[in-house]
């Protein structure tokens, strides 16, 4: 695995930087892994990268599960990024869409960004092919 040390810049964003809660970032789906959660449902894990803008750079992390509130989650993403319709999940990679961030506070960790919801355009009907 080649690294340069060279390429890393000392102004790199600080992890523990948080994206203040409602602000609207372009992602892109950087990794998404099939999984199982602790209660054994399959689920998909996601590591978006922020795009552009004054939090480049930045790494959100997400686990929806395929059912219930996360199923509704992952449709979102799917449509936002122009892929509805996928058979395993890392069709969901490269994909670009836009998300408004929250925080979310943990016990005993310091609090830490997740997507409050992604951004489904809608479709203007200067734009409908037919």
Same mark, same amino acid.
């Given at each position: 695995?080649?690294?340069?040390?060279?390429?890393?810049?000392?102004?790199?964003?600080?992890?523990?930087?948080?994206?203040?809660?409602?602000?609207?970032?372009?992602?892109?789906?950087?990794?998404?892994?099939?999984?199982?959660?602790?209660?054994?449902? $399959?689920?998909? $894990?996601?590591?978006?990268?922020?795009?552009?803008?004054?939090?480049?750079?930045?790494?959100?992390? $997400?686990?929806?599960?395929?059912?219930?509130?996360?199923?509704?989650?992952?449709?979102?993403?799917?449509?936002?990024?122009?892929?509805?319709?996928?058979?395993?999940?890392?069709?969901? $990679?490269?994909?670009?869409?836009?998300?408004?961030?929250?925080?979310?506070?943990?016990?005993?960790?310091?609090?830490?960004?997740?997507?409050?919801?992604?951004?489904?355009?809608?479709?203007?009907?200067?734009?409908?092919?037919?």
């Amino acid at each position: 695995m080649p690294f340069d040390a060279d390429a890393i810049s000392r102004t790199e964003r600080k992890p523990n930087d948080l994206i203040p809660a409602g602000t609207r970032v372009r992602v892109r789906v950087e990794a998404a892994v099939e999984a199982k959660s602790k209660a054994g449902n $399959e689920m998909v $894990e996601l590591r978006l990268r922020v795009e552009g803008g004054p939090h480049a750079g930045a790494s959100l992390f $997400e686990r929806h599960v395929l059912s219930g509130k996360g199923a509704v989650f992952l449709a979102d993403l799917s449509r936002a990024i122009g892929r509805p319709r996928w058979q395993h999940a890392p069709e969901l $990679e490269r994909g670009t869409c836009e998300a408004i961030v929250r925080v979310e506070a943990q016990d005993g960790y310091a609090p830490r960004n997740r997507v409050g919801r992604y951004v489904v355009a809608a479709i203007r009907d200067s734009e409908v092919p037919f």
